[in-house]
């Protein structure tokens, strides 16, 4: 920077102390450079680095000179407010706004949702290695609608966050933050350093971060923007965070080998179309070697896949945390379904693509003790593979195999290196690009023993749901001997269709009772199959077997099989009888009754238990059946049937059957309603008090109760004036309506739908076709009856219907055309049909004979009708004013056809018939020939 101080006269003067001030990165302060002295002819000059050291920052720069001592100039109100500082010159240092920002989010940001944003920032060459600023970024955002920290930001607003640095590298430096966009559209990420975000023309000693002006009036040395669109939700709305990238390795921990990454966890949070709407999920996982689904119902033990799920601290939006550790590069596709809702989110993984195979079975599984070949197929020619061994637990055994930069190979490891169960995981990988692919390859049991049931015996294997049953089972080798050595053991797991041997329903051990015999009493609370399962306990060569036997229910016969609720049934005896899985009694068993509801005006009493006799046969009584509709369930375990132990069978307490005409009714018309109770077994009920009363909605009057006829039938009348629903209520006590019981019937109330009549041409010609279409707002309806001209049909479901147009009689009549239909204003609208009169084609008189012409004349309502088309031998022609038009005849005889057209007028269709024309002179030619003849004949009896 140089420059020149002249006196009031324009000399310059020498020895002058030219002071520069300079605002101080991420303050609020002014510091001095302090010049050499001007020159003899006041010049000055001093080199100044902007971008560094002292702390130099970015804005207005101030050049001048210190007020002589005693003066009385005061110049500290202005910038830079240095008291003494007089300043003759500013200039403005800019920005480096080159900053490179990377936005990291794998997924969409989406409007409404907290998210947690993802960024990077670059370390640029120039940055220096003092301050590092790509590691000491202030981040912000603006451009869109947005809350965070508990304020609202427009558009136009700067919101500073706070930024949680993730992970540092010497290329870059990576921040995340949780924020919430409120509208869709284009969100700037805009970093800066030293990031005090002051203005230009501010002055304070604190500063806030919600600013009116954008980005581009605050100060930083440096600064960097990128953009990242906001999408609007949808019905359900799916957030995933942390998808992995690449296919990852690390180092196992024996003999330099390698194994996939193991603990990595992906979360996906689902929602409905807001925040604070959740819902559960079903969650599959597929490609990049992966193909695995959580269902909704998973236990985190019982699904490897999932580590954790739940819902927000406020009870919002279902999250599960998953294992996803793809297995090769290509696409990751997640599938989230609930009901009919469904999202598919695709993701790049890279690494490299391959296929490793096992020779027997290609199952990728390998017995232990034995060999097979294991191929790897179709990865890169640099890549290098290591075969890694590690036990159950995952433990490193050893280093099978490591192979150089060789691309696909094959290879078969010893059958003693393989001598307990465990896992061989296969590793391709080119370190300097850091891409790998692997597999996985399971070191499995010999599954050689066999696991027989001796007790119970055949016929009886299949075990009953709540009872204690005795198994006995004999552990057996491949030779048939009893296995008695290397540390046997038997157990047995509960699974069902949900619950599979990793999140069995119940886990049972059994004991030794020896010679290879195993016993165990258990009560399995649940129906399913037990899987009984053999094994030697050895941490060498495993051996084992298995069997299955069903679980069913114990099936419980009640008769009565019901009864009926709300109508004072008192002191009712029930029969029961019960049968276990396999059909035989429940002799000495103990049923605990279970109340499948507890509402209602009076509650259900009734024995708790009963013991069946040897027959399995016992009763129990209910004293009072009670006003609530219910069941009666029966466990062979003193426990709630939710909690297992149930039976199938139940006895039942309903309502009494309500058959009610009609069912819909409708507002403002009298209906007169027909109803009639029928008690469990389907008897008429008489003298039951009912009435109707309104659930929502009204009704003119609550109709007085009315006692049931000896058929069960009562007759209301009432007239609606709103929609909505009216119960069928039982009246317990006449005189207190307290004591009415609301069953499950209900009448619908509602308001008769307009129909509207659309035609298909209007006015319309006798003859054509009418389409008549009916709709209800926009919706067509079916089975409505149209009535056009005396014909009633129905309309299909496109609400349409067609009818031929009759014959009017007269030159025009107005048809109504109505459309009926129960729950609907009957509608009617009319329509022209107007009458086609008949052409007729008059011929000549006389026959017809080829090759002439004659005239016809064309006539309707008994008048000539001119410009009418004829057609007549492929020719067409036009009736004259007087009706009449000239046609020759062919030349060929026969029956000919001449048709008449006219618009909106009937055809005529006329056929002739042309007979062949006679010779001219053929009379007179004939007398001559005759003539002729007769002389010569006379001639010859002359001679004679």
């Given at each position: 920077m140089a420059g020149k101080v002249l006196d009031g006269e324009g000399t310059g003067e020498k020895n002058y102390t030219v002071r520069v001030y300079y605002?101080?990165?991420?303050?609020?302060?002014?510091?001095?450079?302090?010049?050499?002295?001007?020159?003899?002819?006041?010049?000055?000059?001093?080199?100044?680095?902007?971008?560094?050291?002292?702390?130099?920052?970015?804005?207005?720069?101030?050049?001048?000179?210190?007020?002589?001592?005693?003066?009385?100039v005061d110049m500290s109100h202005e910038p830079p407010y240095v008291a003494g500082f007089?300043?003759?010159?500013?200039?403005?240092?800019?920005?480096?706004?080159?900053?490179?920002?990377?936005?990291?989010?794998?997924?969409?940001?989406?409007?409404?949702?907290?998210?947690?944003?993802?960024?990077?920032?670059?370390?640029?060459?120039?940055?220096?290695?003092?301050?590092?600023?790509?590691?000491?970024?202030?981040?912000?955002?603006?451009?869109?609608?947005?809350?965070?920290?508990?304020?609202?930001?427009?558009?136009?607003?700067?919101?500073?966050?706070?930024?949680?640095?993730?992970?540092?590298?010497?290329?870059?430096?990576y921040y995340e933050f949780d924020y919430m966009f409120n509208e869709t559209g284009t969100a700037t990420i805009w970093v800066s350093w030293p990031g005090n975000s002051t203005k230009y023309d501010y002055h304070g000693s604190s500063y806030g971060n919600r600013f009116g002006n954008h980005s581009t009036s605050l100060i930083a040395n440096i600064t960097g923007s990128t953009t990242v669109s906001v999408v609007s939700?949808?019905?359900?709305?799916?957030?995933?965070?942390?998808?992995?990238?690449?296919?990852?390795?690390?180092?196992?921990?024996c003999g330099g080998g390698w194994v996939n990454k193991s603990t990595a966890w992906t979360n996906i949070s689902v929602y409905g179309s807001t925040e604070n709407s959740h819902k559960n999920a079903t969650i599959t996982v597929t490609g990049c070697g992966l193909s695995f689904t959580i269902k909704e119902s998973d236990t985190i033990a019982g699904n490897k896949y999932l580590i954790d799920k739940g819902h927000d601290d406020n009870g919002n939006g279902a999250w599960y945390n998953i294992s996803i550790i793809p297995k090769m590069a290509g696409t990751l596709t997640i599938t989230v379904t609930n009901g009919s809702n469904e999202v598919v989110k695709d993701y790049s993984v890279t690494g490299l693509t391959g296929s490793v195979s096992t020779s027997i079975g290609d199952d990728l599984k390998i017995i232990v003790g034995t060999t097979e070949t294991i191929t790897l197929s179709g990865v890169s020619e640099y890549a290098e593979t290591k075969i890694t061994f590690f036990d159950e637990d995952w433990d490193c055994q050893a280093l099978l195999?490591?192979?150089?930069?060789?691309?696909?190979?094959?290879?078969?490891?010893?059958?003693?290196?393989?001598?307990?169960?465990?896992?061989?995981?296969?590793?391709?990988?080119?370190?300097?690009?850091?891409?790998?692919?692997?597999?996985?390859?399971?070191?499995?049991?010999?599954?050689d023993l066999t696991v027989n049931v001796t007790t119970p015996d055949e016929g009886n294997q299949t075990l009953t749901v709540g009872l204690e049953q005795e198994i006995v089972v004999k552990l057996l080798d491949s030779d048939g001997n009893a296995v008695t050595e290397d540390s046997p053991a038997v157990i047995a797991k509960l699974i069902d269709e949900d619950n599979d041997e990793?999140?069995?329903?119940?886990?049972?051990?059994?004991?030794?009772?020896?010679?290879?015999?195993?016993?165990?009493?258990?009560?399995?609370?649940?129906?399913?199959?037990?899987?009984?399962t053999g094994y030697n306990a050895s941490t060498g060569i495993k051996h084992i077997g298995n069997t299955t036997l069903d679980v069913d229910y114990a099936t419980i016969t009640y008769s009565p099989a019901g009864t009926t609720a709300a109508i004072g049934i008192e002191n009712l005896t029930v029969n029961v009888s019960g049968v276990d899985a396999n059909g035989n009694p429940l002799s000495g068993v103990t049923l605990y009754l279970w109340n499948g509801s507890i509402d209602g005006a009076t509650l259900l009493v009734f024995d708790d238990k009963v013991t069946l006799d040897e027959d399995g046969v016992g009763e129990f009584d209910i004293a009072?059946?009670?006003?609530?509709?219910?069941?009666?369930?029966?466990?062979?375990?003193?426990?709630?049937?939710?909690?297992?132990?149930?039976?199938?069978?139940?006895?039942?307490?309903?309502?009494?059957?309500?058959?009610?005409?009609?069912?819909?009714?409708?507002?403002?018309?009298?209906n007169l309603i027909s109803i009639i109770a029928k008690d469990y077994a389907g008897a008429p009920l008489e003298d039951v008090w009912l009435t109707l009363t309104p659930t929502y909605g009204n009704i003119a009057a609550e109709p007085d109760p009315v006692k049931t006829d000896s058929d069960g039938e009562v007759l209301f009348s009432i007239n609606p004036s709103s929609s909505g629903t009216i119960n069928v209520t039982i009246v317990k006590d006449i005189d207190d309506r307290t004591k009415d019981v609301t069953t499950d019937t209900y009448i619908t109330v509602t308001h008769l739908k307009e129909l509207t009549i659309t035609f298909s041409k209007s006015p319309i010609y006798e003859?054509?076709?009418?389409?008549?279409?009916?709709?209800?707002?926009?919706?067509?309806?079916?089975?409505?009856?149209?009535?056009?001209?005396?014909?009633?049909?129905?309309?299909?479901?496109?609400?349409?219907?067609?009818?031929?147009?009759?014959?009017?009689?007269?030159?025009?009549?107005?048809?109504?055309?109505?459309?009926?239909?129960?729950?609907?204003?009957?509608?009617?609208?009319?329509?022209?049909?107007?009458?086609?009169?008949?052409i007729s084609i008059v011929p000549p008189s006389g026959k017809l004979e080829t090759g002439k012409s004659y005239t016809f004349t064309v006539v309707a309502k008994g008048q000539p009708l001119a410009g009418a088309t004829v057609a007549f031998n492929d020719k067409t022609y036009t009736s004259g004013g007087d009706g009449k038009v000239t046609l020759t005849m062919p030349e060929t005889k026969g029956d000919y056809t001449i048709t008449a057209t006219y618009t909106n007028y009937m055809d005529a269709t006329e056929t002739i018939t042309v007979v062949k024309a006679e010779t001219p002179g053929f009379e007179l030619l004939t007398l001559v020939i005759a003539l002729g003849v007769a002389f010569i004949l006379l001639k010859r009896r002359r001679k004679q």
């Open positions: 605002p101080v990165s991420g303050t609020f302060a002014y510091d001095e450079i302090t010049t050499p002295s001007t020159v003899t002819t006041g010049t000055y000059s001093l080199p100044i680095e902007t971008g560094s050291g002292k702390g130099y920052g970015a804005g207005v720069w101030y050049v001048g000179t210190y007020a002589t001592p005693g003066t009385r007089i300043p003759y010159y500013s200039f403005t240092v800019g920005t480096k706004d080159t900053a490179t920002v990377t936005v990291h989010n794998t997924d969409d940001l989406v409007k409404g949702f907290t998210q947690t944003v993802n960024v990077s920032v670059k370390n640029e060459t120039w940055m220096t290695g003092n301050n590092k600023e790509f590691q000491n970024m202030k981040i912000h955002v603006t451009g869109i609608k947005g809350y965070y920290g508990g304020r609202e930001y427009g558009r136009t607003d700067v919101a500073l966050v706070t930024a949680t640095k993730k992970g540092t590298s010497d290329t870059r430096q939700p949808g019905a359900m709305t799916v957030l995933v965070d942390n998808v992995p990238e690449a296919v990852e390795k690390e180092a196992a921990a195999n490591a192979s150089e930069a060789v691309g696909e190979f094959s290879f078969t490891p010893d059958a003693d290196d393989i001598d307990r169960i465990g896992y061989i995981v296969v590793v391709a990988g080119i370190t300097a690009w850091d891409m790998y692919m692997y597999d996985i390859i399971e070191v499995v049991a010999v599954d990793d999140d069995p329903l119940q886990e049972f051990t059994f004991t030794s009772i020896g010679d290879g015999e195993w016993e165990a009493t258990l009560q399995p609370w649940f129906a399913g199959q037990l899987v009984i009072i059946v009670g006003d609530n509709k219910t069941t009666i369930n029966a466990t062979l375990d003193n426990n709630q049937p939710a909690d297992g132990n149930r039976t199938l069978g139940v006895f039942s307490i309903n309502f009494p059957t309500f058959t009610v005409d009609p069912a819909t009714i409708y507002i403002g018309k009298s003859g054509e076709t009418l389409t008549v279409t009916v709709t209800t707002g926009t919706s067509p309806v079916e089975n409505v009856g149209v009535t056009f001209a005396g014909d009633t049909k129905m309309t299909g479901s496109d609400g349409k219907q067609t009818f031929v147009v009759p014959d009017p009689g007269v030159d025009s009549a107005i048809y109504d055309v109505t459309a009926e239909k129960a729950g609907y204003v009957t509608a009617t609208k009319s329509i022209t049909v107007i009458n086609k009169w008949d």
